[in-house]
């Protein structure tokens, strides 16, 4: 008998900003909702040499510019054949360093049901958003809070996993 671990999975980060109503979007895209506070989050967490990889849906990727990415970007499409899950498992096969998931909240909803978010970055910009709404019951389900911060007022939230 080996007492030998298994290596270490790279980690499922989140990151996603909120308006102040829980929508993720305000005429299209999260850039509206975004506050000078939350960019500078934002880039800390993605330029962070933690990150290996970012992934997005293909909404996401079509309403936001993704074509500077800093990590190698994968694109989460329906049309693929992949569900979300085997996606982040081809992920991990590809890169070292924890993954990071900038959305949309429909791909988050879906790694949040299948208990493949670890660490979860949720910015709550003052400004109401106008659709695409977060699920915060499902997120309190699956998550815990550990941090919560507030900056010239937007608020900073960090849930994380108790264990794997």
């Known amino acids: 008998m080996s ?3 298994p290596p ?3 980690p499922l980060l989140a990151s996603l900003v909120v308006g102040s109503n ?3 979007s305000l005429h299209g895209n999260s850039r509206e909702l975004r506050t000078p506070e939350d960019r500078e989050r934002f880039l800390a967490l993605r330029n962070s040499n933690r990150v290996g990889a970012i992934v997005v849906g293909s909404a996401t990727v079509d309403a936001e510019p993704y074509q500077k990415a800093p990590h190698p ?3 989460y499409r329906r049309s693929s054949g992949l569900t979300p899950k085997e996606l982040i498992e ?3 096969r590809e890169i070292s360093g924890a993954i990071l998931c900038e959305g949309g909240i429909t791909l988050i909803h879906h790694l949040l049901r299948e208990d493949l978010i670890d660490e979860f ?3 709550l910009a003052p400004i109401p958003g106008d659709n695409h709404y977060v699920d915060r ?3 309190a389900s699956k998550l815990s809070l550990s941090e919560s911060e507030l900056k010239a007022g937007t608020t900073f939230e960090k849930y994380e996993r108790a264990s794997r």
């Open 90 to 92: 081809k992920v991990r």
């Open 22 to 24: 829980g929508a993720t």
């Open 121 to 123: 970055h949720l910015t």
């Open 3 to 5: 007492s030998e671990r």
């Open 137 to 139: 019951a499902l997120l």
């Open 8 to 10: 270490a999975q790279s």
């Open 73 to 75: 970007l994968y694109i």
